[in-house]
T-cell receptor, first 113, second 115 residues
Framework: AQTVTQSQPEMSVQEAETVTLSCTYD???????LFWYKQPPSRQMILVIR??????QNATENRFSVNFQKAAKSFSLKISDSQLGDAAMYFC??????????FGTGTRLTVIP | NAGVTQTPKFQVLKTGQSMTLQCAQD?????MSWYRQDPGMGLRLIHY???????DQGEVPNGYNVSRSTTEDFPLRLLSAAPSQTSVYFC??????????????FGNGTRLTVT
């Protein structure tokens, strides 16, 4: 079985500062994909960033980057220069096979003006 | 450009009633799936389909049925609603089932309350 753990139910960050959200996962597979999704109050699920397990280079999308540590099964999300619009629930997700995602329980991020 | 459309947005049912949550996509996606989101539990996969005529169970399939008679539609049926099925339901689709470059497109969700 594969499980995804987000140990921080809530986090807060000052506007313009940097915050890191943690995610660990459990798998016996060597080939898989990892994702971070953002869910604002509108309930919409928005893909933030994705990482292929066979790539050692950490993915980056503008102000969002990941620290992927395959041996430690860790996949943290760093948000730089935080903006008010970054306030949301963030979900870490693991994918194997078809396109089925296994999600963590989420981290609620508050951005303080 | 509709994307993934879920109806209804909100629904209240009494215990024992049945209903169908509708999901339609206009992107010719092969893969479609249903998730439920509960507080403190993230999203959990109910059922999925990798093409018309093919469906399979996810993590939490009990109490739900699906069918995939067309590429566009993937309805989720609650056979006899129970309070434990109170949740927010998301439909998601993607172009190719196993392709990394096919991100999931989510609908806007249906909030279901069973009393």
């Amino acid at each position: 079985a594969q499980t995804v753990t987000q140990s921080q139910p809530e986090m807060s960050v000052q506007e313009a500062e940097t915050v890191t959200l943690s995610c660990t996962y459990d798998t016996s597979e060597s080939d898989y994909y990892l994702f971070w999704y953002k869910q604002p109050p509108s309930r919409q699920m928005i893909l933030v960033i994705r990482q292929e397990a066979y790539k050692q280079q950490n993915a980056t999308e503008n102000r969002f980057s990941v620290n992927f540590q395959k041996a430690a099964k860790s996949f943290s999300l760093k948000i730089s220069d935080s903006q008010l619009g970054d306030a949301a629930m963030y979900f870490c997700a693991y994918r194997r096979g078809a396109n089925n995602l296994f999600f963590g329980t989420g981290t609620r991020l508050t951005v303080i003006p | 450009n509709a994307g993934v459309t879920q109806t209804p947005k909100f629904q209240v049912l009494k215990t024992g009633q049945s209903m169908t949550l509708q999901c339609a996509q206009d992107m010719n996606h092969e893969y479609m799936s249903w998730y439920r989101q509960d507080p403190g539990m993230g999203l959990r996969l109910i059922h999925y389909s990798v093409g018309a005529g093919i469906t399979d169970q996810g993590e939490v399939p009990n109490g739900y049925n699906v069918s995939r008679s067309t590429t566009e539609d993937f309805p989720l049926r609650l056979l006899s609603a129970a309070p434990s099925q109170t949740s927010v339901y998301f439909c998601a689709s993607s172009y190719k089932p196993s392709s990394y470059n096919s991100p999931l497109h989510f609908g806007n969700g249906t909030r279901l309350t069973v009393t």
